[in-house]
């Protein structure tokens, strides 16, 4: 049986919820979960926003522990051995996304917490190609949000090329954003950070940023135009997009990977400027794995406040109320 924690109707409180996962799969992993973070999206699920949220619901999808069984076509695993999950467990593995190495655009892949329970939980389940070894150099009470959050803003550094000469910038420092400045500026770049809070500044710089931008200041947005080569933006809030785009130098790529609902830009400068725009989810396992080994070289760690899992229900109102700096995780 696995003791978990789970919502019983949306946006309900998470009370413990024991349930039998059945017999393991040929190429399942069982993980015995240590930490598990608590993601803007978990709360989305709660909620059921997204309106594809099943009940009861065990949230969860920043998962790190060590594995504690594994299934009999499993060979890379062995008990004990330190691993993680972030928001998918499974893909078809045959399809042309994922014989090309891009699983996670497999139109057949399963998430941790739809259609299944999730890592509030002392266990959990995924195929073994997306449980994903955790190296020795990161510490596994912070590697948790690096399965989702980090793995989100580092995609889109692989996928879009950025070099390491590149002028880039950052929209919205918070969750995803001082990871992502922490990437960049290891990877090379000039780096601005676009925020809301002048008063994060000394913060946001010792993160990583050179230089510092007031997103309110529509003066300060115009004095960056045709600067720089990648634009990450990590909210979902509706933008001045024209301004942002207009940052752009030619042939710079402005990409998304917060979830805005829309975007209205005018098309002209784009066309002028070669400029495009893009979006990315998540990443494939080897980005993950390549992303985890990147962190070990550098250093580089996710800010975390940690919870006990049994006040899963105080994380959540932390989160939800955005008083995390910058993740929230859950220790069992």
Not at 17 to 41: A, K, M, Q, R, W
Not at 129 to 136: E, G, H, L, M, R
Not at 319 to 328: F, H, L, P, S, T
Request: aromatic content about 8%.
């Amino acid at each position: 049986m696995i003791n978990a924690y789970a919502a019983k109707e949306a946006g309900g409180k998470l009370e413990k919820f024991e349930f039998d996962p059945g017999e393991l799969g040929h190429d399942e992993v069982e993980i015995n979960v240590e930490y598990c973070g608590v993601c803007h999206s978990d709360l989305s699920m709660w909620k059921n926003e997204w309106e594809m949220s099943e009940y009861p619901l065990v949230p969860g999808h920043e998962v790190a522990g060590t594995v504690g069984k594994v299934g009999e076509g499993v060979t890379k695993f062995k008990e004990g051995d330190r691993v993680g999950l972030g928001w998918t467990a499974g893909s078809c593995m045959s399809c042309s996304q994922c014989m090309s190495g891009d699983h996670n655009l497999c139109g057949e892949s399963e998430s941790t917490i739809i259609g299944r329970h999730g890592g509030f939980a002392d266990k959990i389940r995924a195929k073994s190609s997306w449980v994903i070894a955790i190296p020795d150099s990161l510490d596994t009470a912070k590697v948790g949000p690096l399965f989702c959050a980090g793995v989100t803003v580092f995609n889109p550094i692989i996928q879009s090329g950025v070099k390491p000469t590149d002028k880039v910038a950052v929209v919205g420092i918070g969750g995803l954003g001082h990871l992502a400045l922490q990437f960049l500026n290891a990877w090379g770049c000039d780096v601005t950070a676009f925020s809301t809070s002048p008063d994060k500044e000394e913060e946001i710089k010792d993160l990583g940023a050179h230089h510092f931008v007031n997103s309110r200041d529509e003066d300060d947005l115009k004095s960056v135009a045709g600067k720089f080569d990648f634009i990450l933006v990590t909210v979902n809030a509706d933008l001045p997009w024209d301004l942002y785009a207009n940052a752009l130098a030619p042939k710079g790529k402005l990409h998304l990977v917060g979830a805005a609902e829309k975007i209205e830009l005018t098309v002209f400068p784009l066309l002028m400027g070669q400029r495009s725009l893009g979006g990315s989810i998540i990443g494939s396992p080897e980005t993950q794995r390549q992303m985890l080994e990147f962190c070990g070289r550098h250093d580089i760690t996710p800010m975390v406040d940690e919870f006990p899992m049994e006040q899963v229900n105080e994380a959540l109102k932390f989160v939800e109320d955005g008083k995390a700096r910058y993740r929230a995780v859950l220790k069992r």
